[in-house]
């Protein structure tokens, strides 16, 4: 299966015992600058099957085929193939990025099965860079630390750790720089790539997984990326396994051992001058001054297009695998023991830490508030001179209504602004949490913590410009009620659209969702469709609308005021007055409204909505392969 021997002159792959059986972790790595704990991976024939449902009926498709392979602690182990070799799906597996129940075979991490904490104990480097692009390098890396590191170590030691780090990965004359993105000019491609994997190596994990981390880049900043994961494997006796795509000669001469796979089964383990051999005793002679690496996946590539297909190369594998003996067997199929492991601080420390992080990613995009203010301060200002200066006339009944709703219109369909802020980030997100870098509960405590504030400005805005133009109840009690109705809604638009977000793909399906659902809420409200007419079968939509709690609590907060509910409104002010401001909300179908009932009913869909969201993202931060 894989070849754990590979002649004389080359080092021989063998399965870790530094460790004894009973021993859980630790290996003493005094000689490389004190102790610290180390971890040797061995995986004994991994597979991996999916089955996918057809017309015909259901198919199964091998993705991984009884994958054995060592990993040591101080060595940089590559894993290669061909397009559909199955890199990056046995890259998931061995990173506890596949559900367990879905694998046969085993993984043991120093001769125990592998366990929950493994996943928090290690880092795991995505092919695409998911950074802040408002964030500096340094800021990007000094969040990672306090979320990382324990709780126990102070400020100015975290300080020191990112600085440290900073030196390490090379990046010292872009420390400063933002990350930037498509619009903003930030560090350069090779400069990112170095940022990611310092994100996921601050907290010096013990094993480190990268997919794919040469990709995108040039040759230099590729080869500049795999020395400084040389230098962390050698210095600081860390288990680093990477997916690689055709390496250039000086890379080669920095990886310890590979894996070479072929439609998810292994071909080759082992070193790099052990390769040729290997082909060679196959029956396939390297030709002088080639890249073995590269003759190999041609070899691959020529065999899979040829009638015989792989299986002579992977019966090959595995015959000289039963040759040279297996690795040892495991005693427990995929199981998972051990205690669930605490987070690196507290709850109120990631919160604090969550809230800086999102407050200046958002002061740092100016044209989110200037867009928001600028669309509250036009809108007010045409609905104030359409407006302007109603009287206590049938039309002054129109026009209050008109203007409420509308206002409440725009605030509510608007809201979809937080759609691709969150969309962006939840790449982030998920990296993040899959590693156990923060409580799920803290991030989406904190978005909302940071937003409100902003939400009471547009609000307050809005109101103001708009609310004394028209001529509404002049009473200050009745002026601010008016403000924090506006603010319930806006906070409670806000709650709906991201966790809509935190469930769909993309922003087209996400906006598509939101626009419907807010549509629908506006037509049910009541106010188009007095609540008596609607029919018994939409009535639980009348109830769920986020625009009829507060339209009933404006309009009874309006013919309610002392200046508006001793007022005429037939033009005909007398004792036979027709159109009394209690009149007008009878006719409104609310005159048993309780403002603040309404009220509390909005606070409540704004914690359910809130809720909701964090029960989404424990969705989304927990998928995994099946």
């Given at each position: 299966?894989?070849?754990l021997?590979?002649?004389a002159?080359?080092?021989?792959?063998?399965?870790?015992?530094?460790v004894?059986?009973?021993?859980?972790?630790?290996?003493?790595?005094?000689?490389h600058?004190?102790?610290?704990?180390t971890?040797?991976?061995?995986?004994?024939?991994?597979?991996?099957?999916?089955?996918?449902?057809?017309?015909?009926?259901?198919?199964?498709?091998?993705?991984?085929?009884?994958?054995?392979?060592?990993?040591?602690?101080?060595?940089?182990?590559?894993?290669?193939?061909?397009s559909?070799?199955?890199?990056?799906?046995?890259?998931?597996?061995?990173?506890g990025?596949?559900?367990?129940?879905?694998?046969?075979?085993?993984?043991l991490?120093?001769?125990?099965?592998?366990?929950?904490?493994?996943?928090?104990?290690?880092?795991?480097?995505?092919q695409?860079?998911?950074?802040?692009?408002?964030?500096?390098?340094?800021?990007?890396?000094?969040?990672?630390?306090?979320?990382?590191?324990?709780?126990?170590?102070?400020?100015?030691?975290?300080?020191?750790?990112?600085?440290?780090m900073?030196?390490?990965?090379?990046?010292?004359?872009?420390?400063?720089?933002?990350?930037?993105?498509?619009?903003?000019?930030?560090v350069?491609?090779?400069?990112?790539?170095?940022?990611?994997?310092?994100?996921d190596?601050?907290?010096d994990?013990?094993?480190?997984?990268?997919?794919?981390?040469t990709?995108?880049?040039?040759?230099?900043?590729?080869?500049?990326?795999?020395q400084i994961?040389?230098?962390?494997?050698?210095?600081?006796?860390?288990?680093?396994?990477?997916?690689?795509?055709?390496?250039s000669?000086?890379?080669?001469?920095l990886?310890?051992?590979?894996?070479?796979?072929?439609?998810?089964?292994?071909?080759?383990?082992?070193?790099?001058?052990?390769?040729?051999?290997?082909?060679?005793?196959?029956?396939?002679h390297?030709?002088?001054?080639?890249?073995?690496?590269?003759?190999?996946?041609?070899?691959?590539?020529?065999?899979?297009?040829?009638?015989?297909g792989?299986?002579?190369?992977?019966?090959?594998?595995?015959?000289?695998?039963?040759?040279?003996?297996?690795?040892?067997q495991?005693?427990?199929?995929?199981?998972?023991?051990?205690?669930?492991p605490?987070?690196?601080?507290?709850?109120l420390?990631?919160?604090?830490?969550?809230?800086?992080?999102?407050?200046?990613?958002?002061?740092?995009?100016?044209?989110?508030?200037?867009?928001?203010?600028?669309?509250?301060?036009?809108?007010?200002?045409?609905?104030?001179?359409?407006?302007f200066?109603?009287?206590?006339?049938?039309?002054?009944?129109?026009?209050?209504?008109?203007y409420?709703a509308?206002?409440?219109?725009?605030?509510?369909?608007?809201?979809?602004?937080?759609?691709?802020?969150?969309?962006?980030?939840?790449q982030?997100?998920?990296?993040?949490?899959?590693?156990?870098?923060?409580?799920t509960?803290?991030?989406?405590?904190?978005?909302?913590?940071?937003?409100?504030p902003?939400f009471?400005?547009?609000?307050?805005?809005?109101?103001?410009?708009?609310?004394?133009?028209?001529?509404?109840?002049?009473?200050?009690?009745?002026?601010?009620f008016f403000?924090?109705?506006?603010?319930?809604?806006?906070?409670?638009?806000?709650?709906?659209?991201?966790?809509?977000?935190?469930?769909?793909?993309?922003?087209i399906?996400?906006?598509?969702?939101?626009?419907?659902?807010?549509?629908?809420?506006?037509?049910?409200?009541?106010?188009?469709?007095?609540?008596?007419?609607?029919?018994?079968y939409w009535?639980?939509?009348?109830?769920?609308?986020?625009?009829?709690?507060?339209?009933?609590?404006?309009?009874?907060?309006?013919?309610?005021?002392?200046?508006?509910?001793?007022?005429?409104f037939?033009?005909?002010?007398?004792?036979?007055?027709?159109?009394?401001?209690?009149?007008?909300?009878?006719?409104?179908?609310?005159?048993?409204?309780?403002?603040?009932?309404?009220?509390?009913?909005?606070?409540?869909?704004?914690?359910?909505?809130r809720?909701?969201?964090?029960?989404?993202?424990?969705?989304?931060?927990?998928?995994?392969?099946?």
């Amino acid at each position: 299966m894989a070849d754990l021997e590979t002649g004389a002159k080359t080092k021989e792959v063998e399965l870790p015992n530094s460790v004894p059986e009973g021993d859980s972790s630790s290996h003493d790595d005094s000689k490389h600058g004190g102790k610290h704990k180390t971890y040797d991976l061995s995986i004994h024939s991994l597979t991996y099957k999916v089955v996918s449902k057809t017309q015909e009926g259901s198919t199964e498709r091998l993705l991984l085929n009884k994958v054995s392979a060592v990993a040591r602690h101080g060595e940089m182990m590559a894993v290669m193939g061909p397009s559909g070799a199955g890199k990056s799906t046995f890259l998931d597996a061995i990173a506890g990025r596949i559900d367990s129940n879905s694998l046969e075979g085993g993984i043991l991490v120093n001769n125990k099965p592998m366990d929950h904490g493994f996943k928090r104990l290690s880092g795991y480097v995505m092919q695409d860079d998911q950074l802040f692009p408002m964030l500096s390098v340094r800021e990007t890396l000094m969040f990672s630390a306090r979320l990382r590191l324990p709780g126990t170590m102070t400020t100015a030691e975290k300080k020191e750790r990112v600085e440290e780090m900073i030196t390490e990965l090379g990046l010292t004359h872009a420390a400063d720089t933002k990350i930037g993105n498509e619009e903003v000019r930030g560090v350069s491609g090779g400069e990112k790539r170095r940022v990611s994997i310092g994100v996921d190596l601050i907290h010096d994990p013990p094993v480190l997984f990268l997919d794919e981390p040469t990709s995108g880049l040039d040759s230099t900043s590729a080869l500049n990326v795999v020395q400084i994961l040389h230098n962390i494997a050698r210095t600081k006796n860390r288990t680093i396994i990477l997916t690689i795509h055709q390496p250039s000669f000086r890379i080669l001469e920095l990886i310890d051992n590979f894996l070479i796979l072929a439609r998810g089964n292994p071909v080759y383990h082992g070193p790099y001058p052990g390769l040729a051999p290997h082909l060679k005793e196959f029956g396939r002679h390297v030709p002088n001054h080639v890249n073995v690496l590269e003759y190999t996946l041609d070899t691959i590539e020529e065999l899979q297009e040829s009638k015989g297909g792989i299986e002579p190369l992977v019966d090959f594998a595995q015959a000289r695998y039963e040759r040279h003996g297996k690795l040892a067997q495991i005693q427990s199929n995929m199981s998972v023991i051990g205690e669930k492991p605490k987070f690196a601080t507290s709850f109120l420390s990631e919160l604090f830490v969550l809230s800086d992080r999102c407050l200046r990613n958002t002061l740092r995009t100016p044209e989110l508030f200037f867009a928001r203010i600028g669309l509250m301060c036009m809108t007010g200002f045409v609905l104030g001179s359409l407006f302007f200066s109603i009287g206590f006339t049938p039309y002054g009944i129109q026009a209050r209504a008109s203007y409420i709703a509308f206002a409440l219109a725009l605030l509510l369909f608007t809201s979809t602004e937080a759609l691709p802020i969150f969309l962006a980030e939840k790449q982030i997100f998920i990296r993040e949490t899959s590693r156990g870098a923060y409580r799920t509960s803290a991030y989406s405590i904190s978005s909302a913590i940071i937003f409100l504030p902003f939400f009471f400005v547009l609000a307050l805005i809005f109101s103001c410009v708009s609310y004394w133009m028209i001529g509404m109840a002049a009473e200050a009690s009745s002026f601010f009620f008016f403000v924090f109705t506006l603010f319930l809604v806006l906070s409670v638009a806000n709650s709906f659209v991201v966790f809509w977000s935190a469930l769909v793909p993309n922003f087209i399906t996400g906006n598509t969702i939101i626009t419907a659902f807010t549509a629908y809420f506006f037509l049910f409200c009541g106010f188009f469709i007095p609540r008596g007419d609607i029919p018994g079968y939409w009535i639980w939509f009348h109830y769920l609308s986020t625009f009829k709690y507060p339209l009933e609590m404006l309009l009874y907060n309006e013919f309610t005021a002392p200046g508006v509910r001793d007022q005429c409104f037939d033009g005909l002010p007398g004792p036979s007055c027709l159109a009394t401001a209690p009149q007008v909300l009878a006719g409104f179908d609310m005159a048993k409204v309780h403002k603040w009932n309404n009220a509390a009913v909005m606070i409540a869909f704004f914690l359910a909505y809130r809720f909701f969201f964090y029960v989404a993202l424990r969705f989304v931060s927990r998928q995994t392969r099946k």
